[in-house]
């Protein structure tokens, strides 16, 4: 909510109280500033004579801040985040779609969908319900025994499967919880316009469940982003791998602050980039525009 | 000569075992071309529903819908075609918040009618000329207070040349000043000879467009007959009563 200043409406004097007033809430904010800075202030000089202070510290500070190892190891440690943005954006997509189609056989009501709503409701309890580290070594160790000629055995293939196969559990209950979350009055809408089951569920239900849960499908793109680094329990060489590959022998633990460093410069910009989609979206019925919505006193 | 809807000894409960309400019960009621038949009644005397039923969202345990002729609650017909000859329009407008006022209109002539683009948004921007809301076409609903929103949703049901036109308080959620510009509209409406199934509370319009008022009490017409009759000198004690409270 924006504050209104004086100059917008050239014709209004503001009465004695209203000057008052104004000038009370600018020392308000000077005074919260200065609270802000000063307890900044206070946690940052703890913090940093904490962990400086520590026994520990400079050997520490050598085996995990060492820049010089930091540049070397960079090329390897960024290819393999090369391997962990592809997987992502793999099972991103690939994820989204099953996904939606999922959520969508599992709320229709068409009979002949019935086996297909089983199934669905079956896969999502499994897949929601069984730890992504046993789904990994489940499909990493478990798909290659079947021998299959047809499948490839790469553990970067497998991985992405294994987080493709959990994550599209995932997005499918997100997108169940925004299907659920349209009000029926707008299918009972739909439906009296003499539109069939499927268009409303298309053209009326969809857009507006979709937008309803872009904020925690986006939640759950970050969290795959990230947890598309598991597939180096694998072998695949991806960003950790590369890292701990880089650390054996002198036991200096950097690569692994190299790799925190460069999941972080990818996952942090993107969190924002959705903040501020969602936000220029405005998407319509948002909080945003309910009176009462800006700061309470 | 044929009704162009005639309902008999319709039946519709909700609910199971012990839980289960009657909402109507044996209820008969025709409605001739061209005619405005306004029913009135308390709350939960079945108006909305009733209105549900006509338009196919219901699904009724007993009874007959015919319309022109054609038994319209048989399951073997496609309820989509039957509803898009008919309107409804809702209290809470409905409108889709997710298009402008312009796709509002056009999507039931585009999925349902086939028309093409072209001819449905020249059809849709007509329409919303008509109820006022031609400056407002690229709005979305929630840029529109309650009484454009109301009357984009008329527009709405308008658009598809319906043979009935149903109306579910439509004036009910609307602030006090904007309740004119519909009633306005719909008065307009029954001039030019629509017909109309009006659920309301508001008597005066009840008495200024009906040409027939229907009181339900208890799930099926408890009196009917003209304005004059029902709301002038009611017969029946429930419908005194009814009339009593509201003043």
Known sequence: MRARTPDEAPDWTPSPQALARAAYRRAQRRRSLLVALASTLVVTVTVVLVVTGAPGWERARQAFFDPQRAWEVLP??????????????????????????????RTSKVPVLFPGRVAATVYVDVFRGVPLLLVLLLVGFGLPALRLEWLPTSGAFLGALAIVLTYTAY??????????????????????????????????????AVRNVTAPLANNLVSLQK??????????????????????????????????????LVSIPLTRAVDAYSARQGWRGSLATVSGGGDIR | MTHLLE????????????????????????????????????????????????NLLEEIDDGEIFLDGQDVADPRLDANRVRARMGLVFQSFNLFPH?????????????????????AEERAEAMLRRVGLGHKVSAYPDQLSGGEQQRAAIARALVSSPELLLLD??????????????????????TEGMTMIVATHEMGFAREVADE?????????????????????????????????LR
Request: aromatic share 4%; with cysteine; proline share 3%.
């Open chain 1, 76 to 105: 390897a440690v960024a290819e393999g985040l090369w391997l962990n943005l592809r997987v992502w954006v793999v099972a991103s997509v690939v994820g989204l779609v099953v996904g939606l189609l999922l959520a969508v056989v």
């Open chain 2, 99 to 119: 298009m402008r006022v312009l796709d509002n209109v056009t999507l039931a002539q585009r999925l349902v009618h086939r028309r093409p683009r072209a001819e």
């Open chain 1, 227 to 264: 947890d598309s680094g598991l597939i180096s329990i694998l072998g695949a060489v991806d960003a950790i791998r590369a890292a701990q590959i880089a650390t054996t022998g002198d036991y200096n633990f950097t690569p692994y602050v190299v790799a925190g460093v460069l999941f972080l």
């Open chain 1, 171 to 208: 997005l499918a209950e997100v997108f169940r919880a925004g299907i659920e979350s349209v009000h029926p009055s707008q299918v009972a809408a739909a439906r009296s316009l003499g539109l069939t089951r499927g268009q409303t569920t298309r053209r009326v239900v969809l857009p507006q």
């Open chain 2, 7 to 54: 309902l008999r000894a319709v039946r519709k409960t909700y609910g199971q075992g012990a839980a289960r309400r009657v909402v109507l019960d044996d209820l008969d009621l025709t409605v001739d071309e061209h005619r405005c038949v306004v029913l009135v009644g308390s709350s939960g005397s079945g108006k909305s529903t009733l209105l549900r039923v006509v």
């Open chain 2, 169 to 190: 308080e439509v004036t009910s959620a609307l602030d006090p000043e904007l309740v004119g510009e519909v009633l306005d509209l719909l008065a307009d409406l029954r």
């Open chain 2, 213 to 245: 008022v229907c009181f339900l009490h208890a799930g099926a017409v408890h009196e009917r007959g003209t304005p004059e009759q029902v709301l002038g000198d009611p017969q029946r004690e429930r419908t005194r009563e009814f009339l009593r409270r």
